[in-house]
């Protein structure tokens, strides 16, 4: 074997091997769709669309906003953002929280995902109650494994 053919090939297998790694999310990574806010001023439930969405196509999610007493929050402002934690990049699209659907439940479009993977969703919520955060986890299975 040339020795070109051995670094082209040894790149081949390391880019493999890195790639097939990346998207293997941490072990006991929390994937809840309801968490409690990192200063606990709100309860977020986080609603995915109700079939997987595909890779490199938009899609909308839902966000249920509510005070530790279980009331709904509304008027609040959300702003999004995220990305793929193992491969040190951000969401491709720049999602947006659009409307208020119903009383504390807003609508966030323009979500994207590029690849399979873990990608965590991030908020950062302003209301009355006052400014704070939540991340969520999701993993997005690749193609063969969604049938």
Same mark, same amino acid.
């Given at each position: 074997?040339?020795?070109? =053919?051995?670094?082209? *090939? *040894?790149?081949?297998?390391?880019?493999?091997?890195?790639?097939?790694?990346?998207?293997?999310?941490?072990?006991?990574?929390?994937?809840?769709? &309801?968490?409690?806010?990192?200063?606990?001023?709100?309860?977020?439930? =986080?609603?995915?669309?109700?079939?997987?969405?595909?890779?490199?196509?938009?899609?909308?999610?839902?966000v249920k906003l509510?005070?530790?007493?279980?009331?709904?929050? *509304?008027?609040?402002?959300?702003?999004?953002?995220?990305?793929?934690?193992?491969?040190?990049?951000?969401?491709?699209?720049?999602?947006?929280?659009?409307? &208020?659907? &119903?009383?504390? *439940?807003?609508?966030? &479009?323009?979500?994207?995902?590029?690849?399979?993977?873990?990608?965590?969703?991030?908020?950062d919520i302003q209301?009355?109650?006052?400014?704070?955060?939540?991340?969520?986890?999701?993993?997005?299975?690749?193609?063969?494994?969604?049938?």
């Amino acid at each position: 074997m040339s020795h070109q =053919l051995r670094v082209a *090939t *040894t790149i081949s297998v390391l880019a493999s091997f890195a790639l097939s790694a990346c998207a293997t999310p941490p072990p006991g990574l929390d994937v809840s769709l &309801e968490r409690t806010s990192a200063a606990g001023r709100y309860v977020v439930s =986080l609603v995915p669309p109700s079939t997987p969405p595909a890779i490199n196509q938009m899609h909308s999610w839902m966000v249920k906003l509510k005070d530790p007493a279980g009331s709904p929050v *509304t008027g609040a402002t959300l702003a999004v953002d995220g990305g793929m934690p193992q491969h040190g990049h951000g969401l491709p699209t720049k999602p947006r929280v659009t409307r &208020e659907i &119903e009383s504390g *439940t807003y609508l966030v &479009e323009g979500m994207k995902f590029s690849m399979p993977g873990w990608w965590d969703i991030k908020f950062d919520i302003q209301s009355a109650q006052g400014h704070d955060k939540v991340t969520f986890n999701t993993v997005v299975a690749p193609l063969t494994a969604r049938r």
